[in-house]
């Protein structure tokens, strides 16, 4: 009789214990730039020209980004009814490692960028996410540095 109560116990601290290690693992940490972030600022290097581009006012583009996938949305605030019209949409895999993340474009409303991978380095400071790199699709004629400024969008926030 004693050996089955000491068994019952032992089993008792062990499931106890396993149960603990598997609430543990399943509390995995999501990456900082998982989210929802929305362009502010956007300047782009091309050929000794630089352009800036204030993402607040006429355009808004945001970036969503899960544990693998991200897509970008961009429109103007005029809703398509003047010359200033735009729709681009994106998406595919990314991957990161420390401050290097790689976009792998395998949707694109701009046909000519799919199946183009563009290296971004990015810092994260509090909800703003920075991300600098080169952007260069051969057959689009692009080569140019691309310097993007987020902010991280609260889930209580309206986009525009």
Not at 19 to 36: D, F, H, L, M
Not at 108 to 126: K, L, P, Y
Request: with cysteine; charged share 25%.
């Amino acid at each position: 009789m004693k050996i089955k109560i000491a068994f019952v116990l032992i089993s008792i601290v062990l499931f106890s214990c396993g149960a603990e290690n598997g609430e543990q693992a399943s509390k995995v940490e999501p990456k900082p730039i998982v989210g929802t972030w929305k362009l502010l600022k956007g300047t782009l290097i091309e050929h000794g020209d630089t352009t800036v581009t204030d993402y607040t006012k006429a355009v808004s583009f945001i970036k969503i980004i899960n544990d693998s996938h991200f897509a970008f949305l961009q429109h103007d605030l005029n809703k398509g009814k003047d010359s200033a019209a735009v729709f681009v949409a994106g998406g595919g895999r990314y991957t990161i490692q420390d401050s290097s993340y790689t976009e792998h474009l395998e949707y694109c409303s701009a046909r000519e960028w799919e199946g183009n991978d563009f290296a971004f380095t990015v810092s994260i400071h509090n909800d703003t996410l920075t991300q600098y790199g080169v952007e260069k699709v051969e057959s689009a004629g692009v080569n140019r540095i691309n310097i993007e400024k987020y902010v991280r969008v609260k889930n209580n926030e309206h986009l525009k």
